[in-house]
């Protein structure tokens, strides 16, 4: 699939080869593993403009959907991950995430029924994501074991240092992602979570939005300048600390 980058493929070679591709994509994902030995990939899938030159229009849905189940497949199962006091495990799907917003332009595709939370893993996977958003290092209480305030929800596991997300995800997640989604997106995390095991520190976080809510909206406004950039290394607001 590398070679999609530099020179032409045979149509039948690429309907043979990229099924393959897409199921080791798949796999990896579920095992929390570095998608780095699919750097070719990916790099073919941007600047080879694949969904373009080699697909029509219904192959690029089918292909978009299988993102979207694989990467919602993934969600359901974080809340695998988690104990009665924490998560257990670096939440390595928000870099695939930030991977796919660099070569698929529909990540709303997966962003809508995602914070929809029908699931108790996309709840915790919504828990997750907003903490990244809403503590300093070392403050996150979801991830009080691990050494760092995790997660850098601004960072990939791509190789791709050519460009960031696609103009038409970052378009779509300016337009999506603001206080007010925060807050009712953490509202709804807390009803979904109630009786589970996170439910005390999804409170927490309800509690601490008030004295919270200007690192909120500051790393709203910057995190779709961090997602432009191919790999962006820290925040740069006034809290990056």
Excluded at 2 to 26: A, N
Aim: include cysteine; glycine fraction near 4%.
């Amino acid at each position: 699939m590398g070679d999609l980058t530099y020179c032409e493929l045979q149509q039948d070679l690429f309907d043979y080869l990229f099924p393959v591709c897409l199921m080791d994509w798949h796999f990896t994902l579920m095992r929390d593993e570095s998608c780095q030995h699919e750097f070719e990939f990916h790099r073919a899938m941007r600047n080879g403009n694949i969904f373009q030159k080699m697909m029509n229009n219904d192959q690029r849905q089918e292909v978009f959907e299988f993102f979207r189940d694989s990467f919602l497949e993934r969600l359901d199962s974080e809340s695998e991950s988690v104990t009665s006091t924490s998560v257990r495990l670096k939440p390595k799907w928000i870099y695939r995430f930030n991977s796919l917003g660099m070569v698929m332009p529909r990540i709303d595709l997966i962003w809508c029924p995602w914070w929809e939370m029908e699931t108790l893993g996309r709840a915790v996977a919504a828990l997750e994501y907003l903490s990244g958003l809403m503590y300093l290092e070392g403050d996150n209480p979801l991830f009080r074991e691990q050494k760092r305030a995790l997660p850098l929800i601004f960072a990939n596991d791509s190789m791709n240092f050519d460009a960031g997300w696609l103009e038409e995800n970052l378009d779509f997640l300016k337009q999506e992602l603001t206080v007010d989604f925060f807050q009712s997106s953490l509202s709804r995390a807390v009803r979904r979570l109630h009786g589970h095991q996170l439910e005390n520190i999804a409170q927490q976080f309800l509690d601490d939005l008030p004295i919270c809510r200007d690192l909120v909206a500051a790393r709203i406004e910057e995190l779709p300048c961090l997602l432009a950039e191919a790999q962006p290394d820290r925040w740069t607001g006034r809290f990056t600390y």
